[in-house]
């Protein structure tokens, strides 16, 4: 794949003029100390809510340093880096007043709220969509987790949540072909969670070692990211009808006695699919993420970490499952290749595992949906196992015994 990572020529040149200055830093500067005063300035606003989240400044400063010194961002990636940490940390500064003054806010109910889990590239976003048709569950929307404050328009809310989606793929149009960005579209909870400097959408699209032992010495911030997560869907919910919280992530797989342990009614659904399918997909799309933002991927590197890492993340949900550690009765498994299939006939399965309504029709709105958008529409997403720096037999070998728990078919 390495040989593919090539950027648009406008990002090319665009990139370039860190290289006539000397340092992409001396054009677009990622000061924490600045940045946190011109956001205080943007909102007239000084409250960073330490009182009610420590650790959140300390969270932030780690969090900027990591990205301005270890994680070698170009220009465009400063761009982009910087817009987001300004528009994160106005929006966090917005959002104490309200908390600290509407209690009806952070009083609001969030009830039985239903996950979606899984690897990447094992059908969690695709089922995401498909669920989130169902007029009884409730997804939140890229633009709405940008801005969450109805201080604009929903249209214009919806424009400015472009820059941070559609514009990935002007930057890798690649990237498309992996992942489908719309401001429209239900989003995944990294975006639910980006307001804590924690939490791991950071280190997703930036590639730091030390940011990395950092979040590994303070896994109390785990504790607040699901507060954060909490509060944030308070907020989005409040003044209107009441449904289930629809909600998907990768991450919560590596987090779920966190999870369970802020929303002990939770439901979980875990996708699962053949590792020799999503392991070199998984890392493709993560190369391609560090790739917007940075010219430095070592894609070998990425291909065996995530390799060693998604076999303990697995091994240890199926120990945690059978000693209780979570409620393994409150989590139901599915997998890939049943949803491809037949995805109305895994979706009924599905609802009736969760004891959900099926709504009458729905059949109709699912297949609907799934002809309007064919599978490759925009490409094919193109990758080896050789172009990722992974070994088909020994990736076969790493998750023989998941595959043989969950009793997965070869594709």
């Given at each position: 794949?390495?040989?593919?990572?090539?950027?648009?020529?406008?990002?090319?040149?665009?990139?370039?003029?860190?290289?006539?200055?000397?340092?992409?830093?001396?054009?677009?500067?990622?000061?924490?100390?600045?940045?946190?005063?011109?956001?205080?300035?943007?909102?007239?606003?000084?409250?960073?809510?330490?009182?009610?989240?420590?650790?959140?400044?300390?969270?932030?400063?780690?969090?900027?340093?990591?990205?301005?010194?270890?994680?070698?961002?170009?220009?465009?990636?400063?761009?982009?880096?910087?817009?987001?940490?300004?528009?994160t940390v106005a929006t966090w500064l917005q959002l104490q007043?309200?908390?600290?003054?509407?209690?009806?806010?952070?009083?609001?109910?969030?009830?039985?709220?239903?996950?979606?889990?899984?690897?990447?590239?094992?059908?969690?976003?695709?089922?995401?969509?498909?669920?989130?048709?169902?007029?009884?569950?409730?997804?939140?929307?890229?633009?709405?987790?940008?801005?969450?404050?109805?201080?604009?328009?929903?249209?214009?809310?919806?424009?400015?949540?472009?820059?941070?989606?559609?514009?990935?793929?002007?930057?890798?149009?690649?990237?498309?072909?992996?992942h489908e960005l719309a401001s429209n579209l239900p989003s995944?909870?990294?975006?639910?969670?980006?307001?804590?400097?924690?939490?791991?959408?950071?280190?997703?699209?930036?590639?730091?070692?030390?940011?990395?032992?950092?979040?590994?010495?303070?896994?109390?911030?785990?504790?607040?990211?699901?507060?954060?997560?909490?509060?944030?869907?308070?907020?989005?919910?409040?003044?209107?009808?009441?449904?289930?919280?629809?909600?998907?992530?990768?991450?919560?797989?590596?987090?779920?006695?966190?999870?369970?342990?802020?929303?002990?009614?939770?439901?979980?659904?875990?996708?699962?699919?053949?590792?020799?399918?999503?392991?070199?997909?998984?890392?493709?799309?993560?190369?391609?993420?560090?790739?917007?933002?940075?010219?430095?991927?070592?894609?070998?590197?990425?291909?065996?970490?995530?390799?060693?890492?998604?076999?303990?993340?697995?091994?240890?949900?199926?120990?945690?499952?059978?000693?209780?550690?979570?409620?393994?009765?409150?989590?139901?498994?599915?997998?890939?290749?049943?949803?491809?299939?037949?995805?109305?006939?895994?979706?009924?399965?599905?609802?009736?595992?969760?004891?959900?309504?099926?709504?009458?029709?729905?059949?109709?709105?699912?297949?609907?949906?799934?002809?309007?958008?064919?599978?490759?529409?925009?490409?094919?997403?193109?990758?080896?196992?050789?172009?990722?720096?992974?070994?088909?037999?020994?990736?076969?070998?790493?998750?023989?015994?998941?595959?043989?728990?969950?009793?997965?078919?070869?594709?």
């Amino acid at each position: 794949m390495s040989h593919r990572l090539e950027h648009p020529q406008l990002v090319r040149r665009l990139n370039l003029f860190g290289d006539v200055v000397g340092d992409p830093s001396r054009i677009v500067s990622l000061d924490a100390d600045e940045m946190l005063g011109l956001a205080r300035a943007m909102t007239d606003l000084d409250d960073l809510g330490e009182a009610d989240w420590p650790g959140w400044e300390e969270s932030y400063r780690q969090t900027i340093a990591a990205l301005d010194h270890d994680a070698d961002l170009h220009v465009l990636g400063r761009v982009m880096t910087r817009g987001e940490i300004l528009r994160t940390v106005a929006t966090w500064l917005q959002l104490q007043p309200l908390w600290d003054n509407d209690s009806a806010v952070v009083t609001e109910p969030v009830v039985a709220p239903l996950f979606v889990v899984g690897p990447p590239r094992t059908g969690t976003t695709i089922l995401f969509e498909l669920l989130a048709l169902d007029p009884q569950l409730r997804a939140p929307l890229s633009w709405e987790l940008l801005y969450p404050l109805d201080a604009l328009s929903t249209e214009r809310r919806m424009e400015l949540g472009e820059c941070e989606n559609e514009l990935w793929a002007d930057i890798h149009p690649e990237f498309m072909t992996m992942h489908e960005l719309a401001s429209n579209l239900p989003s995944e909870c990294i975006h639910v969670t980006a307001y804590d400097f924690a939490a791991p959408y950071w280190s997703m699209l930036h590639d730091s070692a030390n940011f990395m032992q950092w979040q590994l010495e303070h896994l109390e911030t785990i504790g607040r990211g699901y507060r954060v997560h909490r509060r944030m869907l308070q907020t989005l919910q409040h003044g209107a009808s009441p449904r289930r919280w629809l909600l998907k992530s990768a991450y919560h797989l590596s987090m779920l006695p966190a999870l369970f342990n802020e929303y002990p009614d939770a439901q979980v659904i875990h996708t699962h699919r053949d590792p020799c399918k999503f392991m070199p997909s998984l890392v493709s799309i993560l190369a391609v993420l560090r790739f917007i933002r940075s010219d430095r991927v070592d894609i070998a590197t990425k291909g065996r970490g995530m390799e060693a890492a998604y076999k303990m993340i697995l091994e240890r949900v199926i120990a945690q499952r059978a000693d209780g550690t979570v409620p393994n009765d409150r989590i139901i498994d599915t997998h890939f290749t049943d949803l491809m299939s037949d995805p109305v006939a895994a979706l009924r399965l599905i609802y009736d595992q969760l004891q959900l309504e099926w709504p009458a029709g729905h059949e109709v709105v699912i297949t609907t949906y799934l002809d309007a958008k064919p599978k490759g529409v925009h490409g094919a997403h193109v990758y080896t196992f050789d172009d990722v720096g992974l070994d088909e037999d020994h990736v076969r070998a790493t998750f023989a015994d998941y595959v043989a728990h969950y009793g997965l078919r070869e594709e």
